[in-house]
């Protein structure tokens, strides 16, 4: 410590270029998402001038057209559509992935857990176009054999589920093992018996990490756009059932944008920017939750 | 790595000689050039505009002093804008109405649609007033139409596309009206569907059917009104369910338009064309 006082000076000025390359990126990273934000206020600009808010929630049905008086631009079915998909999913996902990493952590026998954990992660690998094509290949005509006519919203949860699994089950397994082994010896000392720790100890030390896996696997399947394109069929219209075909937002964009031209085009903008705001509701939803969950640890 | 050296030595060898031979044929374009220079606007049909825009990219990559500007706005704002004289060509996705004979049009492809089903669907061919009739959810089951006992799975376009278009205006439905089971994007997710369900009718591009069941995918192309649905068919205009793609001008063309429309109806774009699943004309 004593030699300390010659090298601050050596210290000091690598890390004040550090410290202002890490602002300058950081400002990077804040500003390319304002300037999307940005991009698509402006872009949506001409279909909310010309169209009004309301019309986005009162229109009889989704037929747009380039002239904003020409067609009609109700986005509801498509909220619906894509929160109906984004909440299935996730109400499957979630208990499938925190149950897999306590399984990782607590139950399975050391080579059955790291093999477990590499099919995870391998599932966290596999392109989303692959699974939409799986989906419609293999899926898609067993739900058909339930119900006609099998591109649905129902086979849309199962891929979102698939897709979303590995997130939160790798989020929970790092939250898992972020425990600190003191907590889980003192479950022991007391005698408790596996179960017990893994409810009394393990789930409430790990609640916050738990969350941020859920909240990032929602966002992934709020947006998840190909293979949701391949399996859900994308008929505009609110699903009374699980085997109503659907369109989510995300959808509706890859599928008509290509072809889309002046307030059509802006109106997809403005689906765009419900997505955005979808997202940004979801992230502040997440950060009231957490302080929450480490107070209550 | 030393042994690697004559290696990119070869292909830097190799890519010059390309670049010699490339531009070999392009030798007299330099006198070409002293005359092709200057902007073209063309205007109109949505369908159209995507080619004509590949089109004028690579005309302008070989005349570097012309800009081509393609801006969209409909089948008629192309005959209007062509008319009146604010487009240099018009493009329109019709054949030229009698009325409009006092322009000049110039076909650069054809557009085909063709009603495809699943090839274990039994059903040989549908009419007209089928067809609307299951697109409008009149008839919902095969047994209707004399096909197996089974509830029909529609498979139709997202909006905005020009095969939604063309299938609309021939069928005289409007889009609203449509009861679909199944929206697609593009064609080969329209076959990719059909293929995998026997019991959906879809419609996509010719072209594009044509070469999917060609190369062993589970569909059949049905005829319409009794004429078989190929490229050749849409190519010698029998086939109902197609259309020509115009180039329309004012006055006889000369100069740089005449120049851009011979290029667009030359062998020379048929690959782009065929990119964008239309039907290349015999120049």
Redesign the interface.
């Known amino acids: 410590m004593t030699s300390s006082s010659s090298s601050t000076l050596l210290r000091w000025n690598p890390d004040r270029v550090l410290a202002a390359g890490l602002r300058l990126c950081a400002a990077g990273a804040a500003a390319i998402a304002l300037l999307i934000a940005a991009f698509l206020a402006v872009e949506s600009w001409p279909a909310l001038r010309h169209l009004g808010i309301v019309r986005f929630v009162t229109d009889p049905s989704w037929h747009p057209a380039a002239d904003a008086a020409a067609g009609t631009f109700n986005l509801l079915p498509m909220v619906w559509g894509t929160l109906c998909a984004t909440a299935g999913a996730v109400l499957l996902a979630t208990p499938l992935g925190v149950l897999s990493a306590l399984f990782i952590h607590h139950y399975a026998a050391r080579p059955v857990a790291r093999l477990h954990r590499r099919m995870i992660e391998l599932l966290a690998g596999i392109p989303s176009v692959v699974y939409g094509f799986w989906g419609l290949v293999v899926l898609v005509p067993l739900i058909r054999a339930v119900q006609p006519p099998g591109a649905s919203l129902l086979a849309g949860i199962l891929i979102l589920t698939l897709m979303i699994l590995p997130t939160i089950a790798l989020m929970a397994d790092a939250a898992l093992a972020a425990i600190p082994a003191a907590q889980l010896r003192a479950a022991a000392a007391l005698g408790l018996s596996r179960g017990r720790t893994v409810v009394g100890v393990v789930l409430p030390a790990a609640r916050s990490g738990l969350l941020t896996g859920v909240v990032l696997g929602t966002g992934r399947a709020i947006g998840e756009t190909m293979a949701v394109l391949m399996v859900c069929g994308n008929v505009v219209q609110t699903p009374d059932s699980l085997f109503d075909p659907v369109r989510t937002l995300a959808a509706n964009i890859a599928l008509e944008m290509a072809y889309a031209m002046g307030d059509h085009r802006s109106a997809l903008f403005v689906s765009g920017l419900v997505l955005l705001a979808m997202i940004a509701a979801l992230i502040g939803i997440a950060a009231r939750l957490r302080p929450q969950a480490v107070a209550h640890a | 790595m030393a042994h690697e050296s004559p290696w990119m030595r070869l292909a830097l060898a190799l890519v010059v000689l390309a670049l010699f031979a490339c531009s070999e044929p392009s030798a007299p374009a330099p006198t070409h050039a002293d005359r092709l220079h200057g902007k073209l606007v063309i205007t109109g049909s ?1 369908t159209v505009a995507p080619l004509v825009a590949e089109i004028g990219k690579r005309f302008e990559s070989l005349h570097p002093d012309v800009r081509v500007d393609v801006q ?1 706005g409909g089948s008629s704002r192309g005959i209007a804008d062509a008319r009146q004289g604010l487009a240099d060509i018009g493009m329109a996705s019709r054949a030229l109405k009698s009325e409009e004979s006092d322009l000049h049009g110039f076909a650069i492809a054809r557009d085909g649609v063709a009603v495809i089903l699943n090839a274990a669907n039994p059903v040989p061919a549908l009419t007209d007033d089928q067809v609307v009739a299951i697109y409008t959810g009149r008839i919902t089951r095969w047994s209707e139409v004399g096909g197996a006992d ?2 029909i ?1 529609v498979v139709n376009k ?5 095969t939604l278009e063309l299938f609309l205006h021939y069928f005289k439905i409007e ?2 009206a449509v009861k ?6 593009d064609n080969e ?1 329209g076959i ?2 059909v293929a ?2 026997p ?2 009718i879809g419609y996509v591009s010719v072209g594009a059917a044509e070469y999917s069941a060609a190369h062993g995918v589970p569909i059949k192309l049905l005829p319409m009104k009794g004429v078989v649905a190929a490229i050749a068919t849409v190519k010698d205009g029998s086939f109902p369910l197609s259309r020509p793609l115009n180039l329309v001008t004012k006055a006889e063309p000369a100069g740089l338009a005449q120049a851009f429309i011979d290029y667009a109806r030359s062998p020379a774009v048929h690959d782009l064309v065929e990119q964008l699943y239309f039907v290349a004309l015999e120049s």
């Open positions: 949505s969209t089974a509830p799975t997202a909006e905005g596309r020009s889009s609203p679909a089971h199944v929206v697609i994007g997710q990719k569907t995998g369900n019991d959906a």
